[in-house]
T-cell receptor, first 113, second 114 residues
Framework: GAGVSQSPSNKVTEKGKDVELRCDPISGHTALYWYRQSLGQGLEFLIYFQGNSAPDKSGLPSDRFSAERTGGSVSTLTIQRTQQEDSAVYLC???????????FGPGTRLTVT | QKEVEQNSGPLSVPEGAIASLNCTYSDRGSQSFFWYRQYSGKSPELIMSIYSNGDKEDGRFTAQLNKASQYVSLLIRDSQPSDSATYLCAVNRSGSSNTGKLIFGQGTTLQVKP
């Protein structure tokens, strides 16, 4: 079946602009996760959704970052007033239940110039 | 102390040999353990999951878990050049505090030489 999809695959933006990253999880998966991978930091958790609720937002680095999920499916991660330190690969993953294996999408490479 | 620790490598093995990748974790509340493979420029791909002490085998891969020692390992038998990648260990708590948050190690780079 179809895996996790993310768009865009690459995004170059100017410092100070807002960006939206999209994730479409595997059909039927109730849990959705956002992670960020950068050279210096490895792979770090950002936020977790169960259905449309976000019980754990502990990894969001600042209030410039927000995310939502609608219809228990697609999720959007929004970064406002982007900074150069936001440059990274943003990865989305989904799982059937919160205790199950997580499957990653191809990621969005964000470059802030 | 990092929550999940791996030797960054590179670990170099000849083709056909057994590659042994190791990972230690600090939180005794951790109950779910995963190994991901990541090729350069690609996203992590799930290889193995393990939840109970002991060994779990899947093809050429064997995951080993020892909760008392807080240690999880991945063995790759008959290593192939196509196994050359970075291997990420990930750990998840279970129970009432579980949010599905995976804590990742920094990854071990494996090089399989023909």
């Amino acid at each position: 079946g179809a895996g996790v999809s993310q768009s865009p695959s690459n995004k170059v933006t100017e410092k100070g602009k807002d960006v939206e990253l999209r994730c479409d999880p595997i059909s039927g998966h109730t849990a959705l996760y956002w992670y960020r991978q950068s050279l210096g930091q490895g792979l770090e958790f950002l936020i977790y959704f169960q259905g449309n609720s976000a019980p754990d937002k502990s990894g969001l680095p600042s209030d410039r970052f927000s995310a939502e999920r609608t219809g228990g499916s697609v999720s959007t991660l929004t970064i406002q007033r982007t900074q150069q330190e936001d440059s990274a690969v943003y990865l989305c993953a989904s799982s059937f239940r919160v205790i199950d294996e997580q499957y990653f999408g191809p990621g969005t490479r964000l470059t802030v110039t | 102390q990092k929550e999940v620790e791996q030797n960054s490598g590179p670990l170099s093995v000849p083709e056909g040999a057994i590659a042994s990748l190791n990972c230690t974790y600090s939180d005794r509340g951790s109950q779910s353990f995963f190994w991901y493979r990541q090729y350069s420029g690609k996203s992590p791909e799930l290889i193995m999951s393990i939840y109970s002490n002991g060994d779990k085998e899947d093809g050429r891969f064997t995951a080993q878990l020892n909760k008392a020692s807080q240690y999880v390992s991945l063995l790759i038998r008959d290593s192939q050049p196509s196994d050359s990648a970075t291997y990420l260990c990930a750990v998840n708590r279970s129970g009432s505090s579980n949010t599905g948050k995976l804590i990742f190690g920094q990854g071990t780079t494996l090089q399989v030489k023909p």
